[in-house]
């Protein structure tokens, strides 16, 4: 028990030291694979256009491990035998295991090892009960390919307001309403009942507050070094990166065929989900009306909302507004509404080059209404994993407040609307 305090008393020091600037990481000895805010923008766009070989994606990933274990050992971590249980998902022949981390293309993932080793969701639900009940997880994977998938902490943050929060969903209803009543003073009677408006500066009030009063986060925005699967208690054999997702699955799908984990695989199965990943977020929407039928929220501001998320996404254009009124709306139902936004993305195309910077454009809107204070203290929240995973820890793109409140352009689209 007392090395345990002191473990995470070496941790609490050595992140003070990290937000101070006391101590400095950026030496030979320990290269970040940095993202910084001029790239930030373009690494949210797709990598189709890659030339990178496996030999560089294997490279990349031995520099990943390398310096993640240089960054752990900084952090006090120096046992390899843990007891905590991991949150990890393995195929029935027990040989490729992933451990999830919400928000982090966990949806995507799953879905790839449930169409690749034909594992459906009760399937997958009994493995995950199995490795979870094993006392040291380490074991299991000394015989398994294992891997986890990670991605920019502050894009990740949005990326989950977006998609559990904004967008239309039954998470409204006990995720919304839970942070509502701790982050905000006055509720109004809708807010109480069906938790609808979180807004984004409320999620990040949240999260600081609960963060350091130590109280246990929402397993969508806690920390991705969370000890169900913190790579330094658990070593992963491969260290996905959202920013490179697509070249990193490739090269995971390649090394368990490689390693008779999988006989056969499609060359393109990550590219394959791309449709059932862009609309399955529909479904919510129906359910989440049904839902609010007896509360004076507006059915337009939701139809609104979830086509705006669709825009915020970089998957319609901003130039391309809701095809519906409020008279109207009711004529919509999930097959309409599809068919609608395929042809608003079809039409998006000509305007590529604008779609990835609506993604870029909306997350700067959003943090934006984030105060310089709750900014500094989500830095803190966020700087271990920065650390660990290769990330600035105060980027440059949302903590120079001149650049980020005078971008007029970004200020002339309301990208959250209905809200």
């Not at 050595?14 to 990481?25: A, D, F, K, M, V």
């Amino acid at each position: 028990m007392r090395r345990r305090k002191f473990l995470f008393l070496c941790i609490a020091v050595l992140t003070l030291e990290i937000l101070c600037g006391t101590r400095n990481y950026s030496s030979g000895n320990l290269k970040r694979e940095t993202r910084t805010g001029d790239t930030i923008m373009e690494e949210t766009s797709t990598e189709s256009d890659s030339n990178d070989t496996d030999n560089d994606t294997e490279k990349i990933n031995d520099r990943r491990l390398q310096s993640l274990v240089k960054a752990c050992k900084r952090l006090g971590y120096t046992e390899d035998n843990y007891t905590i249980n991991i949150r990890a998902h393995m195929s029935p022949n027990k040989k490729a295991l992933y451990c999830r981390v919400n928000k982090c293309a966990s949806t995507t993932t799953l879905e790839v090892m449930r169409r690749l080793f034909n594992c459906d969701t009760d399937c997958q639900v009994k493995i995950a009960a199995l490795v979870k009940a094993n006392v040291n997880a380490s074991k299991i994977m000394n015989d398994a390919f294992s891997f986890m998938v990670v991605r920019e902490p502050y894009g990740r943050l949005f990326s989950t307001y977006c998609n559990i929060f904004y967008f239309p969903k039954e998470d409204w209803f006990y995720r919304g309403v839970k942070i509502i009543k701790l982050a905000r003073p006055n509720i109004s009677s809708d807010s109480l009942n069906f938790g609808h408006d979180l807004t984004f500066a409320e999620l990040v009030k949240y999260i600081i507050e609960s963060y350091e009063n130590g109280l246990r986060l929402d397993e969508h925005v806690r920390p991705m070094h969370h000890k169900s699967c913190n790579p330094c208690m658990f070593h992963f054999d491969y260290i996905a990166h959202l920013e490179t997702f697509e070249k990193d699955f490739l090269f995971i799908l390649k090394t368990m065929h490689y390693r008779n984990i999988v006989e056969n695989y499609p060359k393109d199965l990550v590219k394959s989900l791309r449709e059932w990943t862009i609309f399955g977020p529909v479904k919510h929407l129906f359910k989440t009306l049904l839902l609010v039928k007896a509360s004076t929220i507006s059915s337009y501001n939701i139809f609104l909302r979830a086509w705006s998320y669709y825009q915020i996404t970089g998957h319609v254009s901003k130039n391309i507004d809701f095809p519906y009124n409020e008279e109207n709306v009711i004529n919509i139902n999930k097959e309409t509404f599809i068919q609608a936004l395929k042809t608003a993305i079809e039409s998006s195309a000509k305007y590529n080059t604008d779609l990835n910077k609506q993604r870029y454009d909306a997350m700067i809107q959003a943090y934006s209404s984030v105060s310089t204070e709750h900014l500094e203290r989500l830095r803190k929240v966020v700087a271990t994993d920065c650390f660990l995973f290769g990330y600035e820890n105060s980027p440059n793109f949302l903590f120079d407040r001149n650049r980020l409140l005078s971008n007029k352009e970004v200020d002339t689209f309301n990208f959250f609307k209905g809200l």
